[in-house]
């Protein structure tokens, strides 16, 4: 079994990073956490609850994935640069940018990509208390579903923090928390960025 591995795009970086996987001639997809093998990982040292950072599979794929928190100026150009690419994504809406930007979320969903909950209001969720955190869960839960239909299952805390009552709650309201293992190095120059990317894919 392969490793399925998961990307995380940081919007300044979308063109870089889409045309350096590219360029590796990596095959991108998404695979539903519901086709694939996935177990709650613990820490056996501190029973400390992990999200999901990758998946088996027998196939060399990886996720891409970006968080939509802020902003939709890129959006057009992204969604192109993607379907020329013959490429699809996860993208993390809060429900903020849901109200804010219900045409965007459309266009995503019409393209075919993934959408998945990146909370209502974008909060510290190991902050928050269960119910706090099923309520951010449930309200963009709520306005992704009554613009698009889509009952959402994937699920990324906001500054990728998380804590055992995060990783439970998710799990209690039907959501697989999904964290990254690739980031796109935002502080790296575009020469080492494009040599990480690229170790990054050797396995395959």
């Given at each position: 079994m392969k490793l399925f591995k998961a990307i995380h795009i940081k919007k300044k970086h979308i063109l870089f990073a889409v045309a350096a996987i590219a360029c590796v001639g990596v095959v991108t997809c998404v695979v539903p956490p519901a086709a694939t093998k996935v177990s709650?990982?613990?820490?056996?040292?501190?029973e400390r609850k992990l999200p999901i950072y990758c998946v088996e599979t027998d196939k060399p794929q990886v996720s891409i994935s970006f968080?939509?928190?802020?902003?939709?100026?890129?959006?057009?150009?992204?969604?192109?640069?993607?379907?020329?690419n013959e490429v699809k994504a996860t993208f993390f809406l809060c429900g903020y940018w849901v109200t804010d930007y219900p045409e965007e979320v459309k266009?995503?969903?019409?393209?075919?990509?993934?959408?998945?909950n990146h909370?209502?209001?974008?909060?510290?969720?190991?902050?928050?208390?269960?119910?706090?955190?099923?309520?951010?869960?449930?309200?963009?839960?709520?306005?992704?579903?009554?613009?698009t239909g889509i009952e959402m299952n994937l699920f990324r805390p906001p500054f990728g923090e998380y804590?055992?009552?995060?990783?439970?709650?998710?799990?209690?309201?039907?959501?697989?928390?999904?964290?990254?293992?690739?980031?796109?190095?935002?502080?790296?120059?575009?020469?080492?960025?494009?040599?990480?990317?690229?170790?990054?894919?050797?396995?395959f």
């Open positions: 709650l990982i613990i820490s056996a040292k501190n968080d939509a928190a802020w902003g939709a100026e890129d959006t057009d150009q992204l969604l192109q640069i993607l379907a020329d266009k995503i969903a019409e393209a075919g990509h993934d959408l998945g909370s209502s209001t974008h909060p510290h969720m190991n902050q928050l208390s269960s119910e706090q955190i099923a309520k951010e869960l449930a309200d963009c839960h709520k306005a992704v579903k009554d613009l804590n055992n009552t995060v990783i439970e709650t998710s799990f209690a309201n039907s959501y697989y928390p999904i964290q990254w293992d690739i980031d796109t190095l935002e502080r790296k120059t575009t020469a080492q960025k494009s040599r990480l990317l690229r170790q990054s894919f050797i396995p």
